[in-house]
């Protein structure tokens, strides 16, 4: 494994001093960004993309939080642990729960955003799947897109850097140092006490995803060179209901959970209801999958929900463009990395001054299948236990220093942009036939085998960063899918199809793709 892929010399690199810097502004980076400035951190956030594009926007169905009477975080607390299989961190799971009340009750109170009300003018709440309780609240269908336009009259604009990618991050006595960005052909690197990784999950290095990004997750494969330890990877969440144009399979817009709470149901092409529409998404997305294979089409009936066009506009206007009218044609698609960066209830990884927040990170919650809805509440509890922990790191870190770090390539050729697009779709498609919902250990080495090739064809070029980034990735979901040989949650084997009791551990990955079984 490389340690560093990019050709660079930093002392020839325009350099900054910050006391953190976050990569992404999704709702984790930009929760942690708000309540650093609330601290006087000195911080510079970098993102590769517009600030108006995030998963966080995409977000539909909105945050499950115990706010009805008739509900507890207790009730919340166990419904998260059924649908984690047996794998979520419980103590992180009751700081989730618990502490949610407070950060939801913050974007009302401080921030105030303006959730769906009822005639009381209290939150309405509506009801997803695996959940006992009507707890999600909501705006709409743009509950994300509008909790991030609300945050942002908040934010600083002048902390933020657009179009930046980054390359590297450089650490000492496991200690870091400071990261190389690069916009077109321009790099700079950041020197810093802090970094905070917030750039979302790998769901792109699938075919059919339901994505705000185009690529993603070789961040991912940047902190594993880097020996940041990877955790649970093979564990990627399949949304069931994402919109299905036959012969433009790769379009995969959401249709949100929410419409099954409001009464969708799901029928194949024989009109049959097939499976319990509120099961967990595992469930319902493998029952989805199964009529595929049978050679039925299935569709989302939403003839009997009141008021569509107003509970779910954003939706409406879709199928109003696409000419669809009651019945939606749905098929699974990846929607949310479960696997990611291992770290505690404090956002701290294995690497001194490194923290990871949101869908890049491993907290422990989600377990093997994340319940719906608990996202975005993860990324306010944990972004505020984040931004806490950074203050007192900084607190007791050395200002950062300008050091020289080096790494020459002698590679002249480089990959034309056709060639590049083609072989980021040769993954997708890989990983998509024979890595996705339902696998066997044939698949899974036959698709290793295809990354193996892809490396080695593409060794001696120079531009190829990220996509080795991406392979390497690629590489850790598949081992640590077959090293887990049975079938739980997200993650399902035909050749295995039970739960086995001495799976009941975290895979963990580590530099020089070691696979460990480990219980945290």
């Given at each position: 494994?490389?340690?560093?892929?990019?050709?660079?010399?930093?002392?020839?690199?325009?350099?900054?001093?910050?006391?953190?810097?976050?990569?992404?502004?999704?709702?984790?980076?930009?929760?942690?960004?708000?309540?650093?400035?609330?601290?006087?951190?000195?911080?510079?956030?970098?993102?590769?993309?517009?600030?108006?594009?995030?998963?966080?926007?995409?977000?539909q169905g909105g945050i499950a939080v115990a706010f009805s009477p008739d509900d507890t975080p207790q009730e919340h607390f166990e419904d998260t642990i059924r649908s984690g299989k047996g794998l979520c961190i419980e103590e992180n799971v009751k700081i989730l729960v618990d502490e949610g009340?407070?950060?939801?009750?913050?974007?009302?109170?401080?921030?105030?955003?303006?959730?769906?009300?009822?005639?009381?003018?209290?939150?309405?709440?509506?009801?997803?799947?695996?959940?006992?309780?009507?707890?999600?609240?909501?705006?709409?269908?743009?509950?994300?897109?509008?909790?991030?336009?609300?945050?942002?009259?908040?934010?600083?604009?002048?902390?933020?850097?657009?179009?930046?990618?980054?390359?590297?991050?450089?650490?000492?006595?496991?200690?870091?140092?400071?990261?190389?960005?690069?916009?077109?052909?321009?790099?700079?690197?950041?020197?810093?006490?802090?970094?905070?990784?917030?750039?979302?999950?790998?769901?792109?290095?699938?075919?059919?995803?339901?994505?705000?990004?185009?690529?993603?997750?070789?961040?991912?494969?940047?902190?594993?060179?880097?020996?940041?330890?990877?955790?649970?990877?093979?564990?990627?969440?399949?949304?069931?209901?994402?919109?299905?144009?036959?012969?433009?399979?790769?379009?995969?817009?959401?249709?949100?959970?929410?419409?099954?709470?409001?009464?969708?149901?799901?029928?194949?092409?024989?009109?049959?209801?097939?499976?319990?529409?509120?099961?967990?998404?595992?469930?319902?997305?493998?029952?989805?999958?199964?009529?595929?294979?049978?050679?039925?089409?299935?569709?989302?009936?939403?003839s009997q929900i009141k008021n569509f066009e107003k509970r779910f506009s954003t939706i409406a206007k879709l199928l109003k463009e696409k000419d669809i009218k009651d019945k939606i044609p749905v098929s699974p698609a990846t929607h949310y990395s479960i696997g990611g960066i291992e770290t505690?209830?404090?956002?701290?990884?294995?690497?001194?001054?490194?923290?990871?927040?949101?869908?890049?990170?491993?907290?422990?919650?989600?377990?093997?299948?994340?319940?719906?809805?608990?996202?975005?509440?993860?990324?306010?509890?944990?972004?505020?236990?984040?931004?806490?922990?950074?203050?007192?790191?900084?607190?007791?870190?050395?200002?950062?220093?300008?050091?020289?770090?080096?790494?020459?390539?002698?590679?002249?050729?480089?990959?034309?942009?056709?060639?590049?697009?083609?072989?980021?779709?040769?993954?997708?498609?890989?990983?998509?036939?024979?890595?996705?919902?339902?696998?066997?250990?044939?698949?899974?080495?036959?698709?290793?085998?295809?990354?193996?090739?892809?490396?080695?064809?593409?060794?001696?070029?120079?531009?190829?960063?990220?996509?080795?980034?991406?392979?390497?990735?690629?590489?850790?979901?598949?081992?640590?899918?077959?090293?887990?040989?049975?079938?739980r949650g997200a993650h399902y084997r035909k050749d295995y199809p039970v739960e086995r009791d001495k799976y009941k551990k975290h895979t963990k990955i580590y530099k020089n793709l070691e696979i460990k079984l480990e219980v945290s």
């Amino acid at each position: 494994m490389e340690r560093y892929i990019t050709e660079f010399d930093t002392s020839k690199i325009k350099n900054i001093k910050v006391d953190t810097v976050i990569v992404g502004i999704g709702l984790a980076g930009l929760r942690v960004a708000l309540e650093l400035d609330k601290l006087n951190v000195n911080y510079l956030v970098i993102s590769k993309n517009d600030i108006k594009i995030s998963n966080s926007i995409l977000a539909q169905g909105g945050i499950a939080v115990a706010f009805s009477p008739d509900d507890t975080p207790q009730e919340h607390f166990e419904d998260t642990i059924r649908s984690g299989k047996g794998l979520c961190i419980e103590e992180n799971v009751k700081i989730l729960v618990d502490e949610g009340i407070q950060r939801v009750g913050e974007l009302l109170e401080v921030f105030k955003v303006d959730f769906d009300k009822d005639k009381k003018n209290r939150p309405l709440l509506t009801r997803e799947g695996a959940h006992t309780k009507p707890r999600i609240i909501h705006y709409k269908d743009e509950t994300g897109k509008k909790i991030i336009e609300d945050l942002f009259r908040y934010f600083n604009k002048k902390r933020i850097l657009v179009g930046y990618q980054l390359e590297e991050i450089f650490i000492e006595d496991n200690k870091f140092i400071g990261a190389l960005f690069k916009r077109n052909n321009e790099y700079i690197v950041i020197y810093a006490k802090s970094l905070v990784l917030a750039t979302g999950g790998y769901s792109p290095v699938y075919l059919r995803n339901t994505s705000a990004y185009k690529n993603n997750g070789d961040v991912l494969g940047i902190a594993l060179r880097s020996g940041l330890i990877l955790k649970d990877l093979e564990f990627v969440q399949f949304h069931p209901t994402a919109l299905y144009i036959e012969g433009n399979e790769e379009e995969a817009q959401l249709i949100s959970e929410a419409v099954r709470g409001e009464g969708g149901i799901l029928i194949n092409s024989d009109g049959e209801r097939f499976i319990d529409e509120l099961k967990t998404r595992d469930e319902v997305a493998r029952a989805i999958f199964l009529q595929y294979q049978k050679g039925k089409k299935v569709f989302l009936d939403i003839s009997q929900i009141k008021n569509f066009e107003k509970r779910f506009s954003t939706i409406a206007k879709l199928l109003k463009e696409k000419d669809i009218k009651d019945k939606i044609p749905v098929s699974p698609a990846t929607h949310y990395s479960i696997g990611g960066i291992e770290t505690n209830s404090y956002g701290e990884t294995n690497v001194k001054g490194i923290f990871a927040i949101g869908e890049v990170a491993c907290t422990g919650i989600n377990g093997a299948n994340r319940l719906a809805s608990n996202s975005l509440l993860e990324c306010l509890v944990f972004g505020y236990r984040v931004a806490f922990s950074i203050y007192k790191y900084n607190l007791f870190t050395e200002e950062p220093k300008v050091i020289k770090f080096v790494n020459r390539t002698n590679k002249k050729d480089y990959l034309t942009e056709e060639k590049f697009e083609e072989y980021l779709v040769k993954i997708k498609k890989i990983m998509w036939d024979k890595v996705s919902l339902i696998r066997d250990e044939n698949g899974l080495k036959n698709a290793l085998n295809d990354l193996v090739n892809i490396e080695k064809e593409i060794f001696k070029y120079h531009n190829t960063r990220y996509i080795k980034d991406i392979v390497l990735l690629c590489k850790g979901i598949i081992l640590s899918a077959l090293n887990r040989k049975e079938s739980r949650g997200a993650h399902y084997r035909k050749d295995y199809p039970v739960e086995r009791d001495k799976y009941k551990k975290h895979t963990k990955i580590y530099k020089n793709l070691e696979i460990k079984l480990e219980v945290s």
